[in-house]
């Protein structure tokens, strides 16, 4: 070796893609991993069914509920059917701190107005008023396959589950875009993010009309929709009042690229941390530390209500889990546990998309396949509201990943001033614990098929097993 060469060698940083840093063999477990991943997007389409998937995968794997159980060291609790903790008790006293791995399970969607359904006098048509959630581009949800899923609430406290539009023999749904012919005015004729008004994304429900031989029937076609649902699900107008409906992109995750090595789904953001998070708890045997996994809803929204993470949910856990291992429990032995805990605010970042590299400073932002991302800080304008990790917890972290050959990255959100975002790292904080950002780069965030690398969520995986062991 040159002495140039040894030089860079040993100054230089370079991240490592994980394609070429990797044996076959870790390839070939990294699309095995893949497999199972999809198979979990393709069930987990609203935060409900998520919440229902991890409730049933925790009790195949010895876990049970923390409310019905005496004596487990794997135990979980949900809230209200929408967020979850689980953990695995360790072989340290909890006061010495827990390491926490904390993500979101809803996604940006369309949701179904309270009383949506109505006739449109023009066109003979039953069509259904939408709510969107969360940070969409309206115009990537017109005119593509949807499906409706969720839940109608009967006043006995019945609770139907919905979901049309997954099953091949299926219908799905459309809200119908303009064609480009006549487009100039309506669309064109405005910048992108108002080409589409919210009022224009209207669903429509069905189109043949309820028939009486003898008499004329007013809107027919919304009578014949109304007995269509009664038929199916058994129930009637008011319902709707008392239902949570989504519409979501209809279809499974698909392997994109022809060799195989991404993944197109919906939903990635940021279920690909909550599924990677669960492996690594579940492959835990005992950990020194205790170990939890913290699934919450309402991030897209601002992490507001009683099930996102600006709630008392997750203390209130740490606070069972302390009485449950029969600690000595009070106001200063939970806030201690607290501050001496470890948490990863596990979200996606923005990977560098070659089509529009200019909103990235390319050095400081996560490359596709080169692993999982660490991100010290995100916000907007000069870091505001951003949880800024701190350099201690960082290189602890870097040299857990590093012992253990796992393929991670820097990463911030694009330029600075470009725009910015958030996660629930800065409400974790709060706590007093010890908080960074890490999960693996997504290409078209927020869109309808966001594409992962294979290499990365295997590699986020593998950092949050490490975590979990040796952090
Ligand atoms: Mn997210
Ligand atoms: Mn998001």
């Given at each position: 070796?040159?002495?140039?060469?040894?030089?860079?060698?040993?100054?230089?940083?370079?991240?490592?893609?994980?394609?070429?840093?990797?044996?076959?063999?870790?390839?070939?477990?990294?699309?095995?991993?893949?497999?199972?991943?999809?198979?979990?997007?393709?069930?987990?389409?609203?935060?409900?069914?998520?919440?229902?998937?991890?409730?049933?995968?925790?009790?195949?794997?010895?876990?049970?509920?923390?409310?019905?159980?005496?004596?487990?060291?794997?135990?979980?609790?949900?809230?209200?059917?929408?967020?979850?903790?689980?953990?695995?008790?360790?072989?340290?006293?909890?006061?010495?701190?827990?390491?926490?791995?904390?993500?979101?399970?809803?996604?940006?969607?369309?949701?179904?107005?309270?009383?949506?359904?109505?006739?449109?006098?023009?066109?003979?048509?039953?069509?259904?008023?939408?709510?969107?959630?969360?940070?969409i581009k309206k115009y990537q949800w017109m005119s593509t396959?949807?499906?409706?899923?969720?839940?109608?609430?009967?006043?006995?406290?019945?609770?139907?589950?919905?979901?049309?539009?997954?099953?091949?023999?299926?219908?799905?749904?459309?809200?119908?875009d303009l064609?480009?012919?006549?487009?100039?005015?309506?669309q064109?004729?405005?910048?992108i993010g108002?080409a589409i008004?919210?009022?224009?994304m209207?669903?429509?429900?069905?189109?043949?009309?309820?028939?009486?031989?003898?008499?004329?029937?007013?809107?027919?076609?919304?009578?014949?929709?109304?007995?269509?649902?009664?038929?199916?699900?058994?129930?009637?107008?008011?319902?709707?009042?008392?239902?949570?409906?989504?519409?979501?992109?209809?279809?499974?995750?698909?392997?994109?690229?022809?060799?195989?090595?991404?993944?197109?789904?919906?939903?990635?953001?940021?279920?690909?941390?909550?599924?990677?998070?669960?492996?690594?708890?579940?492959?835990?045997?005992?950990?020194?530390?205790?170990?939890?996994?913290?699934?919450?809803?309402?991030?897209?929204?601002?992490?507001?209500?009683?099930?996102?993470?600006?709630?008392?949910?997750?203390?209130?856990?740490?606070?069972?889990?302390?009485?449950?291992?029969?600690?000595?429990?009070?106001?200063?032995?939970?806030?201690?546990?607290?501050?001496?805990?470890?948490?990863?605010?596990?979200?996606?970042?923005?990977?560098?998309?070659?089509?529009?590299?200019?909103?990235?400073?390319?050095?400081?932002?996560?490359?596709?396949?080169?692993?999982?991302?660490?991100?010290?800080?995100?916000?907007?304008?000069?870091?505001?509201?951003?949880?800024?990790?701190?350099?201690?917890?960082?290189?602890?972290?870097?040299?857990?990943?590093?012992?253990?050959?796992?393929?991670?990255?820097?990463?911030?959100?694009?330029?600075?001033?470009?725009?910015?975002?958030?996660?629930?790292?800065?409400?974790?904080?709060?706590?007093?614990?010890?908080?960074?950002?890490?999960?693996?780069?997504?290409?078209?965030?927020?869109?309808?098929?966001?594409?992962?690398?294979?290499?990365?969520?295997?590699?986020?995986?593998?950092?949050?097993?490490?975590?979990?062991?040796?952090?």
């Amino acid at each position: 070796m040159k002495k140039h060469e040894e030089l860079i060698k040993k100054l230089k940083y370079h991240r490592k893609n994980f394609w070429e840093s990797s044996t076959k063999k870790e390839q070939r477990v990294a699309f095995k991993f893949a497999d199972k991943y999809k198979e979990f997007l393709d069930q987990c389409k609203t935060v409900r069914e998520t919440t229902d998937f991890i409730e049933k995968e925790l009790e195949e794997r010895d876990f049970s509920n923390i409310e019905k159980t005496k004596k487990s060291k794997r135990v979980f609790k949900i809230g209200r059917g929408k967020n979850i903790a689980f953990a695995v008790i360790g072989k340290k006293p909890m006061s010495e701190g827990v390491n926490i791995i904390a993500a979101h399970i809803d996604a940006p969607r369309v949701d179904l107005k309270q009383l949506p359904l109505f006739e449109d006098n023009e066109t003979k048509m039953g069509l259904m008023r939408t709510h969107y959630y969360g940070g969409i581009k309206k115009y990537q949800w017109m005119s593509t396959p949807l499906a409706i899923h969720g839940v109608f609430v009967k006043e006995s406290g019945e609770i139907i589950n919905v979901s049309i539009g997954e099953d091949d023999k299926d219908p799905i749904f459309i809200m119908p875009d303009l064609l480009p012919h006549l487009a100039k005015n309506e669309q064109y004729a405005h910048k992108i993010g108002d080409a589409i008004k919210a009022s224009q994304m209207k669903v429509i429900f069905n189109t043949i009309p309820f028939l009486d031989k003898d008499e004329k029937v007013k809107e027919a076609v919304k009578l014949n929709a109304l007995i269509m649902l009664n038929e199916k699900f058994g129930i009637v107008e008011e319902d709707f009042l008392r239902a949570e409906l989504e519409l979501v992109p209809a279809g499974k995750a698909r392997d994109a690229g022809i060799d195989k090595s991404m993944i197109a789904a919906y939903g990635q953001d940021d279920r690909i941390c909550a599924y990677t998070g669960m492996q690594a708890l579940l492959d835990c045997d005992l950990p020194e530390t205790t170990a939890i996994v913290y699934l919450v809803d309402k991030e897209e929204v601002g992490s507001e209500g009683n099930t996102g993470a600006n709630s008392n949910f997750l203390i209130d856990f740490i606070g069972d889990l302390l009485k449950f291992n029969k600690e000595h429990y009070n106001s200063f032995s939970l806030r201690k546990t607290l501050i001496n805990s470890q948490m990863l605010s596990a979200d996606v970042a923005a990977a560098i998309n070659p089509n529009y590299p200019n909103v990235h400073e390319k050095t400081n932002a996560v490359h596709f396949g080169f692993g999982v991302g660490l991100i010290k800080y995100t916000g907007s304008r000069g870091k505001s509201s951003a949880n800024d990790a701190n350099a201690e917890f960082v290189a602890k972290m870097t040299n857990i990943f590093n012992e253990d050959k796992v393929n991670w990255q820097m990463g911030t959100l694009g330029k600075v001033d470009e725009g910015g975002g958030g996660t629930i790292a800065k409400f974790l904080a709060e706590t007093g614990a010890e908080v960074v950002d890490c999960g693996p780069g997504l290409l078209g965030m927020h869109s309808l098929y966001e594409l992962c690398s294979k290499a990365d969520l295997y590699s986020t995986y593998r950092a949050y097993k490490a975590f979990f062991v040796k952090g």
